[in-house]
């Protein structure tokens, strides 16, 4: 069984359009977050989530809104899709926040998003 | 605010080379040190950590030290595989900065030659 899956795994559209990725754990952890990596490979944190509440929140557009239905779920909903949306988004997960005993990061397969 | 720094790259190497991927952080905390890893077409994987000063990681004969002097985390391994090209993630995480909780740095991609 795979530990954090994402869908879909390629997603291209145009410009303007509304899209959402979804993300799920079955490793039952408590924390999970959402990451966006550029063509240079930079990645950068953009949301976290600690049972189903907000804890990290970057400074990202407002078109960019998590939902966590529940502790196993962190899906993304990006609206007014823009060119510079494009990337690989990751999803990833870990038993405990920042800091905590338990801390690594799971991560998902990515999202390779393409804004045409 | 904290940051991580890795050596620019790309890094490339023979087969049984040995290999050094420099880190640096800074961090107001006492933050924890990892190296992911990255393979082609892949979600990072991670390779090691280390939670306090001195402490080794290691992992696929891959080692690191957490050193708070220099306040580095240099990656090493004594002769590296093909099967170990791919991008290292030199990252921390640091409970007492909300924002920058986790930072990861700029990645670095190591090619491996047979």
């Known amino acids: 069984d795979t530990a954090v899956s994402q869908t879909p795994k390629y997603l291209v559209t145009q410009m303007g359009n509304d899209k959402s990725i979804k993300c799920e754990q079955n490793?039952?952890?408590?924390?999970m977050y959402w990451y966006k990596q550029d063509s240079k490979k930079f990645l950068k944190i953009m949301f976290s989530?600690?049972?189903?509440?907000?804890?990290i929140n970057e400074t990202v557009p407002n078109r960019f809104s998590p939902k966590s239905p529940d502790k196993a779920h962190l899906n993304l909903h990006i609206n007014s899709l823009e060119l510079g949306d494009s990337a690989v988004y990751f999803c990833?997960?870990?038993?405990?926040?920042?800091?905590?005993?338990?801390?690594?990061?799971?991560f998902g397969p990515g999202t390779r998003l393409t804004v045409l | 605010g904290n940051s991580v720094t890795q050596m620019e790259g790309p890094v490339t190497l023979s087969e049984e080379a040995f290999l050094t991927i420099n880190c640096t952080y800074t961090?107001?905390?006492?933050?924890?040190l990892f190296w992911y890893v990255q393979y082609p077409g892949e979600g990072l994987q991670l390779l090691l950590k280390?939670?306090?000063?001195?402490d080794k990681g290691s992992n696929k004969g891959f080692e690191a030290t957490y050193r708070k002097e220099t306040t580095s985390f240099h990656l090493e391994k004594g002769s590296v595989q093909v099967s170990d090209s791919a991008v290292y993630f030199c990252?921390?995480?640091?409970?007492?900065?909300?924002?920058?909780?986790?930072?990861f740095g700029p990645g670095t991609r190591l090619s491996v030659l047979p």
């Open positions: 990833a997960s870990s038993q405990d926040a920042a800091g905590g005993p338990a801390d690594t990061q799971y």
């Open positions: 490793l039952g952890h408590d924390t």
């Open positions: 989530y600690n049972n189903k509440e907000l804890i």
């Open positions: 961090a107001t905390g006492y933050p924890s």
């Open positions: 280390a939670t306090k000063a001195d």
């Open positions: 990252a921390l995480s640091d409970s007492q900065n909300y924002g920058q909780n986790f930072v």
